[in-house]
């Protein structure tokens, strides 16, 4: 698979993320695996579990998801509107195949893309209507906000 990966930092946007997210999404992670899933600030939640560009260990994290074709999961790295892409994405341009996703009392294998072009501009759409906000986070950014495909691997 080749890499689709390719947006680099901004030169300007909103403050990254802090040190309370990071207790926040230790919370967060909890409550999805304990429910199958849960709400993160409105929006349907899945861990992701990637591997780490430099450690090569595990990393997860909640992100909002949005239902993709044919069962997949779109995923966005906005970073709310920061200058700089979130971790978890360069760790998945890095690794794009040793990927996972928890949702519903199960752990799914998947292969993960940053859509371009067409098919970004249609997951854009569907993203921004159903959360006006990620619009907003573009505004704060100059960096194009990647939109990932998460499509389940048939088998593992």
């Known amino acids: 698979m080749s890499s689709s990966f390719n947006t680099s930092a901004g030169t300007r946007g909103a ?3 802090g040190r309370a997210a990071k207790w926040f999404n230790k919370w967060m992670m909890k409550r999805i695996r304990r429910k199958g899933g849960a709400k993160l600030r ?14 090569g260990e595990p990393r997860s994290t909640p992100v909002g998801w949005f239902p993709g074709k044919s069962g997949g999961w779109l995923i966005v790295a906005s970073a709310a509107g920061a200058p700089k892409n979130p971790a978890w994405y360069l760790n998945l341009a890095a690794h794009p195949d040793q990927v996972q996703v928890e949702l519903g009392g ?3 294998y998947v292969d993960a893309e940053q859509l371009q072009g067409a098919e970004r ?9 159903a959360a006006p906000r990620f619009a907003q986070y573009q505004v704060n950014t100059d960096r194009e906000i990647p939109v990932i ?3 389940p691997r048939s088998a593992r």
């Open 15 to 17: 403050r990254q993320p």
């Open 42 to 55: 409105g929006l349907n939640a899945l861990v992701l579990t990637t591997t780490g560009r430099k450690s």
């Open 106 to 108: 199960r752990k799914v």
């Open 121 to 129: 501009e249609e997951a854009w759409r569907q993203i921004t209507t």
């Open 149 to 151: 495909r998460l499509t």
